[in-house]
Every structure is written in C-alpha cells, then in structure tokens.
C-alpha cells in the first residue's frame, strides 16, 4: 500500500499526549501514512501570529490536503481567532460530521441504543465572525445562511446517510423566529430531500428537537444544521452518549479533510498521563475511512471496542463494578495495540468497506435564476439616549428628497410611532425610512438621507438597504411593525 502523505499537529495541553497515543496504534495496525509535522496553537498565537498557524503550515496541508489535529488552546481576550474555524472556512471544510455513538453496558450512559451522526454546516451562520459594537450597550453579530452552502451541506448529509446505510435525515433549524436565514436552510432542506425518495426526511424547530434528542436519542439517525446548532448539539449528543472525551470528528471539503476530537486542550490533565485518547484515535478512524484504508480504519475501531468491552479504562470512564482495569493515556493505547485484530464481543463490529469519503457528496446545485432586484428603502441604525417619542420627531426633522421614517425599533421591536411605555430601550435605535407610496428609491437619495441625517447632528452607526427580489421583501418586519 503507497503512503499517503497527510498533515499531523500535537496541540497543546493534553494534544502531545493523545496524538502520540494515537499515531502509535494507526502505525502498529499498518496505516500506510508519511508524516509531516507542524506547529499550531498556543506557542504560535504568542509569538505574535493572531491565526495560531504559520505561513509555511500552510504549504503543508495544501500539499498533503488531510490534517490530523489535536486539541489546541486559544488564549483568552487579544483579538486571537479560532485557528478551527479558520482552517476550515479557509479549506473550505463545509462538512462537520460527528458520529454519537453509546458503548453500553461498558460506558455509563442513560440511552443503550443511541446511533446518531449530527452533520454541521461550517463555514456560515454566526461563525462567520462578523460583529459590530453598535453604541455602547449593544454588539452585533451578523448571521449569514446562503443557498449554495445549504445545498452542499444538506446534500452531504443525504450521501453520507446513502453511503452508511442510514434510514433518516432531520433537519433542525429555528425558522419559526428566523424566517429568512434559517428559512433558507430548511427550504433548501425539502427541495434536496425529494431527490432521496430512499430515505426517510423532517424537520424539528431546534429546541424542541433538542428536547427530543436529549431524551429519546433513538428516535434520529443523521440530524444536519446549521454552524451553531451543531456546533453545541453534537456535544450535547457525545456526552448523553456517554462522554464527549469518546468523540471523534471529520471536517470534509471538496479536495481537503480535517479530523480531531470533539473535546478541547483541557490543559489541567495535561502531562499526567490521564487523558482518554480515544476521540482523537476515532478521529484518525474517520481519516483512514476517508484515505481509502477502511480495512485498517476497522481494524483500529474494532481493537478499541474490544479493550472498551475487556474494561480497560481511563479514568473519564471509569467505572467500579464495570470497569476491570484503570489506565493512563500509554497504557490505553498499548491495550488497544494488543487488541489489533480481535473483535468486540458484544458492541457491533466496525465495517467500512461501502464507506469511501471522497467529500463530493456535497455538490453545487445548479443555478436559479437571477431575481430581479428593487431598491426599497434603507434601515439606519443610530445612536442616541433619547426617548423614542422625543427621537422620533427628532428623526422625521430628515426626511424629504422621498425618503420618510416609517418606523423604529429598538432591539427588534418597534418603539415609535405607537410604541408601548413598557418596552425596555437600550441606546441603539434602527430607523426605517420608505417612499410615502411604497415605491422603490434610488442609492442617490439615501446618499442625501444620510447627509441630512448628519446635518441634523445624528451618529449614524450602520446601514442595511432594503431590497424586493422578485417582488416580495427581502427583508422582515420589526416585532409590531
């Protein structure tokens, strides 16, 4: 078998350990691997690199285009960006997939029977990272759900349920309050799932469908969401399953692949020799299946489970009366080496032979389209400590050139005209401005808007133009609107 070349980071706090635990097991069960290193994390972050992650790691992973991570801490405060979400929008890793897998009677768990693979968007939603300080009290974050990533990622999740033999795909979105962004997401949803009459499809609002998976986890099989529900659902899932040390995770694109654990540095355990390897090693599971070596990928799972069953474990897991031996982070994966090439006993045994990930299930749909687009209006977020009665005659002072106010809103909700005593304001107001009769506007005429706006002594913070596509808004109504 030919070496395939992919990219190996130690991380930091427990990361050494754990990745030499692993590294160790994938080169006793014959994983046909050439290693190049590279430094993330920590060290690099205070070397003055905001990224965590020098220039030249990057030639690395677009050379081997797989990247074997182990945790990594992110300094609190000092404006570091998480070097997770930044290899992965940067690789274009749109595809988080988290297997949930319980291991009873050998890992205390509520739920014996729970199988559930969560696939989370990566590369949108809130994670995009783009916040504003509005005024003093209010900060923003923009959410961003396009069409072309939720058709990747919702198709991904319907090939990979085809490729594992899976029943069902769930969709969980919170489109009943975010009818646009989230709208989009489940919209997008029903149209892929018509092209997979072979496997049954619904939909959940999130957080009674978080209720549902907490407590009847049996009752999914592959759940897909967006960035941020996933991103807290799959941890939710790996620890009902029975410990979020347990999980491994893959990052799939289109030509490049990272995989990890699910849990963080957890620098406290670090040095001690007490750290579970095991998401990693499931990780690297993930990473044999996705390099074309599942013989070896199964042979690795399937010597875990046998030392899970034969009751060597670390401390995370273990368990009096269920538990034979407790290890550390060496000795676990030395039980695990002993174990190549023996089967679990009783947890089903691991077969990826139909399996291959290539990362091309997520395909672009073809194009719609172009809508046509009218220019409606715009919303000016201002700031000011005022009253909404007192600031919204002192708002209207601007209008003319076709533009009036129609309405403001603190926070969503509109305050003026009409608005209720009892509505608590903070000091970061929206004032949308129309055409009386409702007709469509030109750039020029907000450009004047804004210098009228300026003139009449308004701190003008941002602006959002109001937009038709087709004829209907694109763009909601504030609470009472």
């Known amino acids: 078998m030919t070496n395939t070349p992919i990219t190996v980071a130690h991380g930091d706090g427990i990361g050494p350990e754990i990745m030499e635990a692993t590294l160790l097991i994938l080169k006793e069960a014959g994983a046909a691997l050439e290693i190049e290193q590279i430094e993330i994390g ?48 940067t690789l274009g890793l749109y595809a988080n997939v988290r297997p949930c897998v319980s291991y009873h009677p050998f890992v205390d768990t509520k ?17 995009a990272g783009i916040e504003y300080r509005l005024s003093p009290d209010v900060m923003e974050c923009i959410k961003l759900i396009s ?16 490729r594992h033999g899976r029943k069902k795909v769930t969709c969980f979105t919170k489109d009943n309050i975010m009818k646009m962004t989230d709208g989009l997401f489940h919209k997008v949803f029903d149209e ?29 099989d592959v759940i897909v969401m967006p960035n941020l529900y996933g991103d807290i659902l799959s941890d939710v899932a790996a620890q009902i399953a029975g410990s979020v040390g347990l999980a491994g995770s893959a990052n799939i694109g289109t030509q490049c692949a990272m995989f990890e654990a699910i849990h963080g540095s957890a620098p406290r355990r670090a040095g001690q020799n007490l750290a579970n390897p095991s998401g990693l090693l499931l990780g690297s599971v993930l990473m044999l299946v996705h390099i074309n070596q599942a013989e070896v ?23 009096e009366g269920v538990s034979s031996q407790k290890v550390g982070t060496r000795e676990f994966a030395q039980a695990v080496v ?23 299930g997520g395909t672009k749909e073809a194009s719609q389209a172009a809508p046509s687009v009218s220019l409606m209006g715009v919303d000016i977020f201002v700031g000011s400590s005022e009253a909404p009665n007192t600031l919204g005659p002192m708002v209207q002072k601007a209008n003319g050139g076709g533009l009036e106010v129609a309405m403001i809103d603190n926070r969503g909700v509109k305050v003026w005209p009409n608005g209720k005593p009892e509505t608590f304001c903070t000091d970061s107001f929206r004032c949308r401005f129309t055409a009386p009769g409702g007709g469509a506007v030109t750039q020029g005429q907000i450009l004047d808007l804004l210098r009228r706006l300026n003139d009449c002594g308004f701190d003008v913070v941002k602006t959002e133009t109001l937009r038709n596509y087709d004829g209907k808004p694109g763009y909601t109504l504030a609470q009472g609107e």
């Open 297 to 319: 990928a199964a042979r690795v799972h399937n010597a875990w489970k046998r030392t899970i069953e034969d009751g060597v474990h670390t401390y995370d897991i273990y368990e």
């Open 42 to 89: 920590e060290k690099v972050y205070l070397r003055g690199n905001s990224a965590g992650i020098d220039p030249s790691s990057w030639d690395s992973l677009q050379r081997t285009k797989v990247f074997l991570k182990a945790p990594i801490t992110t300094p609190q405060g000092g404006g570091f960006k998480s070097l997770n979400v930044t290899t992965r929008k």
């Open 147 to 162: 069409r072309p990533g939720s058709e990747k990622i919702v198709r991904y999740a319907f090939e990979y349920a085809r």
């Open 192 to 220: 892929i799932a018509a092209s997979y009459p072979d496997i049954v499809n619904e939909h959940w609002i999130v957080d009674i469908g978080a209720a549902k998976l907490a407590d009847t986890p049996e009752a999914f």
């Open 111 to 127: 739920h014996h029977n729970m199988d559930v693979v969560i696939v989370r968007e990566n590369e949108e939603d809130l994670y």
């Open 338 to 360: 002993a174990r190549l090439g023996q089967s679990p006993q009783k947890l089903k045994a691991a077969n990826y032979a139909n399996a291959p990930d290539s990362g091309q």
